[in-house]
């Protein structure tokens, strides 16, 4: 069974959580697959390109190069399935088989929740509040960096957050 050591996508080394490298075989043919659970980051860097340079570099010292297709996989955990067809299988008879009519598929979410993956790459989001203020808060705000606004205000949600969680 091939096991994969480390990934990377155009050039950029990723953080992989699970993973599960494979033949899928159907009546058009066969393509290697690589399942992987990486980061909410990863998927939103990825989620609108359909083909990159991935190089998989396996435990037994073999290196994959290919352009591969992308799909993101919705559902539970932040996933990412890259695929490429294969011509000749001959070089891949140690991976795990999956024929299009099994009922087996690897699950590679199991024992791993999205908090263990935030707390290696916790995502960012843009946000936009209304508020109502009294003008002389609003005039100071106005005068404030966004970067010293995202402080203040991360700060005080976590001041807030732990308070309710003593409760």
Same mark, same amino acid.
């Given at each position: 069974?091939?096991?994969? @050591? ?12 699970? #993973?599960?490298?494979?033949?899928? &075989? ?19 860097? %990825? ?5 990159? /340079?991935?190089?998989? *570099? ?33 070089? %891949? ?15 590679? *979410? ?5 908090? &263990?993956?935030?707390?290696? *790459? ?6 936009? /509040?209304?508020?109502?203020?009294? /003008?002389?808060? /609003?005039?100071?705000? @106005? ?6 606004? #995202? ?17």
């Amino acid at each position: 069974m091939a096991v994969v @050591k480390s990934v990377t996508i155009d050039g950029e080394s990723i953080h992989v959580f699970r #993973n599960a490298i494979y033949i899928f &075989e159907s009546s058009s043919g066969f393509t290697l697959e690589l399942d992987l659970i990486v980061s909410e980051v990863v998927i939103k860097k %990825y989620k609108t390109v359909d083909n990159l /340079i991935v190089e998989i *570099e396996l435990e037994d010292g073999r290196i994959i190069n290919s352009i591969m297709h992308v799909k993101i996989l919705s559902g539970g955990l932040p996933q990412l399935n890259l695929f490429c067809d294969l011509d000749d299988i001959q070089e %891949y008879a140690d991976f795990d088989r999956v024929n299009e009519n099994d009922s087996w598929f690897p699950n590679i *979410e199991d024992g791993i929740t999205i908090d &263990e993956i935030r707390k290696v *790459e916790m995502p960012n989001e843009d946000v936009s /509040i209304k508020l109502n203020l009294p /003008i002389n808060q /609003i005039e100071w705000i @106005k005068k404030q960096k966004k970067k010293s606004l #995202n402080e203040i205000f991360q700060k005080m949600i976590n001041e807030y957050w732990e308070k309710q969680d003593i409760k």
